[in-house]
């Protein structure tokens, strides 16, 4: 069992910057890949970054692409998600999941999700 607890989440401007954290408990968190998602309303839940269990491999959505970035901290069971350059179409609320065997895109590999942090950008 892994419980995660995002955090960071806030109310920008265009073109700011944003720092994502998810803290995870147990003594396992270096066994799972991570990821982030996020859902604005009215949309599906979509794929935003995923990163290996050793950081090793990170994986981006077009999207957010070069101005996202990933990593973790296995020490602190952590992983983040820095944000830059933000735009009015990156509101959602942010949710950071674990995967046990596989890192990738698909939500349903994903085993265990936090609550969400919401991130609005304003224009």
């Known amino acids: 069992q892994v419980q995660l607890v995002e955090s960071g989440g806030g109310l920008v401007q265009a073109g700011d910057s944003l720092k994502l954290s998810c803290e995870a408990s147990g003594r396992t968190f270096s066994s799972y890949n991570m990821g982030w998602f996020r859902q604005a309303p009215g949309k599906e839940r979509e794929f935003v970054a995923a990163i290996s269990r050793s950081g090793d491999t990170t994986y981006y959505a077009d999207s957010v692409q070069g101005r996202f970035t990933i990593s973790r901290d296995n020490a602190k069971n952590t992983v983040y998600l820095q944000m830059d350059s933000l735009k009015p179409e990156d509101t959602a609320v942010y949710y950071c999941?674990?995967?046990?065997?596989?890192?990738?895109?698909?939500?349903?590999?994903?085993?265990?999700w936090g609550q969400g942090t919401q991130v609005t950008v304003s224009s």
């Open positions: 999941a674990a995967a046990r065997w596989l890192v990738g895109r698909n939500a349903y590999d994903y085993n265990y």
